[in-house]
């Protein structure tokens, strides 16, 4: 893992430095409203000067007519601002504590604002800001990594809320969630399976003549980490017990599979 692409909700201090300097994981978040370092990366993305590396970069997007209304889609223009120091929580739990200290300096963290998106202009105070420990030498790759989000969101959480319906569980631990989950998954792939023809067939002739006629009894054999799922005629084989009657199996062909004899 090296970078993590992080909703707002889970912004915190101590665990973006945690994950920066302890994991060594690099992150790009979004900054929310009401912090001191949103309205400082604002206000420092008007002051743009290569010499700080406070630079704009801009994708020009695509010219699109619809109801007579034109929009350049694709189109957004960000402003890089490297070392701001205003989010005195990015720190260890000993840092954060010395906040109020007059000697207190604060850790540099990186910012990109969007200031333009499809050619339209954020109002000033109102632009979108992100958070990142990456570098933002060229913002508009930073921009476009977190866009990445939105294949968790629409691939991941709604086919898991929406499609699976896993939006309420018995009970908030992780075994009745784990179990919860292969429940559903357990439920959903036996009524898929039972909508095929075998499905249809098997439900109108129940489990007992089922299972007699096309289930023999089998061993589970451990050798350490692996397993292995035989007959028991198969085991009685290669074990050199042939039985008088086998059923189910040839001794011929089961000591050809494993390279064994040709007679016992």
């Known amino acids: ?103 207190f300096v604060a850790h540099p963290l990186n910012a990109i604002v969007v200031t333009h998106w499809e050619g339209t202009a954020y109002p000033v105070g109102e632009e979108k800001v992100f958070l990142t420990s990456l570098p933002v030498t060229a913002p508009l790759a930073v921009l476009d990594l977190y866009d990445l989000r939105s294949l968790i969101e629409n691939t991941a959480f709604r086919e898991l809320k929406q499609g699976w319906g896993l939006l309420q569980y018995p009970k908030k631990t992780a075994a009745a969630v784990r179990g919860h989950v292969f429940v559903t998954l357990l439920t959903f792939t036996l009524a898929n399976a039972f909508c095929t023809a075998a499905g249809h067939a098997l439900t109108q002739r129940g489990i007992r003549r089922q299972r007699a006629e096309q289930y023999s009894p089998r061993i589970v054999l451990f050798a350490g980490d692996v397993y292995g799922i035989f007959e028991v005629e198969e085991v009685l084989i290669l074990l050199g017990v042939i039985p008088a009657q086998c059923w189910q199996t040839d001794p011929v062909r089961v000591r050809h599979r494993y390279g064994l004899p040709a007679s016992a």
């Open 1 to 103: 893992m090296r970078v993590l692409l992080i909703d707002r909700g889970f912004l915190d201090g101590a665990d973006l430095w945690y994950l920066k300097e302890t994991l060594g994981i690099d992150f790009v978040i979004p900054a929310k409203d009401n912090m001191a370092v949103t309205a400082d990366a604002r206000a420092l993305c008007r002051a743009r000067d290569p010499a700080t590396g406070i630079v704009a970069q801009e994708r020009a997007g695509r010219r699109r007519t619809r109801q007579g209304r034109v929009r350049l889609v694709g189109q957004v223009t960000v402003v890089a601002v490297p070392g701001v120091r205003s989010y005195d929580q990015y720190g260890d739990e000993a840092h954060a504590k010395q906040a109020n200290r007059q000697d």
